[in-house]
């Protein structure tokens, strides 16, 4: 089992930057998906990017196409999110997700393709 801890999240105005975090511990990742997602109460989680820590490749939501950027550090187990331009509609609590296997994974952004999850991290845009 995987065990995903989030953190970095913060208030900004926007225009502005943050760096998101996730640490994994447990079981091996290396062949895994890791994701990010975003919720806003009252509204459905959605898909925000992928990485597949094999290989580095990323996807990314149009949302935030353009704006966010997921990278790794393998040595550390962590995985991270470099948010740019933010924008109010960002406002939301971000999630890591895991435990994916890479060739079990079907669509990125389907939230129950992954097992695990991190308890979240908020993120604030407002001037």
């Known amino acids: 089992q995987v065990r995903l801890t989030e953190s970095g999240g913060g208030s900004v105005q926007p225009g502005g930057s943050l760096l998101l975090s996730c640490v994994a511990s447990?079981?091996?990742?290396?062949?895994?998906?890791m994701a990010w997602f975003r919720e806003v109460p009252g509204s459905w989680r959605e898909a925000v990017g992928v990485?597949?820590?094999?290989?580095?490749?990323?996807d990314y939501g149009d949302a935030v196409e353009g704006r966010f950027a997921i990278s790794q550090n393998r040595h550390k187990r962590t995985i991270y999110l470099q948010m740019n331009n933010l924008k109010p509609e960002d406002t939301a609590r971000y999630y890591c997700?895991?435990?994916?296997?890479?060739?079990?994974?079907?669509?990125?952004?389907?939230?129950?393709?992954?097992?695990?999850w991190g308890r979240g991290t908020q993120v604030t845009v407002s001037s």
């Open positions: 990485i597949y820590l094999d290989d580095g490749d990323t």
């Open positions: 447990g079981t091996s990742i290396s062949d895994n998906a």
């Open positions: 997700a895991g435990d994916a296997p890479r060739a079990t994974v079907g669509s990125w952004y389907h939230s129950d393709e992954y097992a695990s």
